[in-house]
């Protein structure tokens, strides 16, 4: 039977981002669902100090609904999707960026709902917690003043990140574009960047969810290496496939590059598209 992709975004990220890919895998004959996250897509908070004229005194404390949003909430919650989806055949689980964290808890918890995991540019902790892999020298090539410079709030003071996403300043937008969609034209850029959502969640979990040998490890999975991403650099993309591989020796990843930045794959989706479809063809 054909499988379904269940698609789980990144940071600040949606559901939305991803229609362009299920357009191409629709037209190759492949069923596909996008989730939102606890908080995300419509669940999300606009706050109208965030529209124009904005008020950013206002925006650094307006409150947000995805406010005390946890990774357990995340994985509840794709976990109610997969086990409505698997009623229809394999499931294919795709995480892109921070939601490659989400996809290793759901297969630590309930691997028996997953056909293959997929990770694009994903987070994939095995030896440290996620924060703690941004003091590694595999991330030294990533420049965190890009995203700092868009931040809005402090987090202390909102229980979340949040991020002004709708910004004029050149500085900022020109570091975000390098970080994230260097090889994107200005106007995808901005367009893609007014798909995101201002509110991110603060858990991205502890040791407890690293992945796990006798869970995560069991299930075949895939890495897809996004050759030119800045705000991931190729360096950990491949820490990451070494340390699933010495976790699981006997179970290693299938590794697949795709030429792009860390979003440039979501604009113009064809060739992941083909490779995904590849992939399930196995």
Request: with cysteine; proline share 7%; aromatic share 8%.
């Amino acid at each position: 039977m054909s499988p379904t992709f269940v698609l789980v975004h990144g940071a600040f990220a949606n559901s939305f981002s991803f229609a362009p890919l299920q357009a191409e895998l629709a037209l190759r004959g492949l069923r596909s669902l996008a989730v939102d996250l606890p908080g995300h897509g419509f669940a999300a908070t606009f706050p109208v100090e965030y529209q124009a004229p904005q008020d950013l005194a206002g925006l650094a404390s307006a409150p947000g609904a995805i406010k005390g949003v946890t990774l357990a909430d995340n994985a509840a919650h794709v976990i109610d999707v997969l086990e409505r989806a698997r009623e229809h055949g394999p499931v294919v689980l795709v995480g892109h960026s921070r939601g490659g964290v989400t996809v290793t808890a759901v297969a630590n918890a309930r691997p028996d709902l997953v056909d293959r995991l997929v990770y694009v540019s994903a987070w994939a902790p095995v030896d440290l917690d996620v924060g703690d892999y941004y003091a590694e020298p595999e991330m030294a090539s990533f420049d965190p003043a890009a995203v700092a410079g868009a931040a809005a709030a402090n987090p202390a003071d909102v229980g979340l990140l949040r991020c002004n996403f709708r910004t004029a300043d050149p500085d900022v937008l020109a570091g975000l574009k390098a970080a994230f969609l260097a090889d994107g034209t200005d106007d995808e850029f901005r367009t893609f960047l007014n798909s995101f959502q201002p509110d991110e969640n603060l858990d991205v979990g502890t040791s407890d969810d690293r992945a796990q040998a006798a869970t995560w490890g069991t299930l075949p999975r895939t890495f897809v290496r996004l050759t030119h991403d800045a705000s991931m650099p190729l360096a950990m993309q491949d820490r990451m496939i070494r340390e699933g591989d010495a976790l699981t020796p006997d179970n290693p990843y299938d590794v697949r590059d795709l030429s792009s930045s860390h979003l440039g794959w979501l604009v113009h989706p064809a060739p992941a598209a083909d490779l995904l479809a590849e992939v399930a063809s196995r």
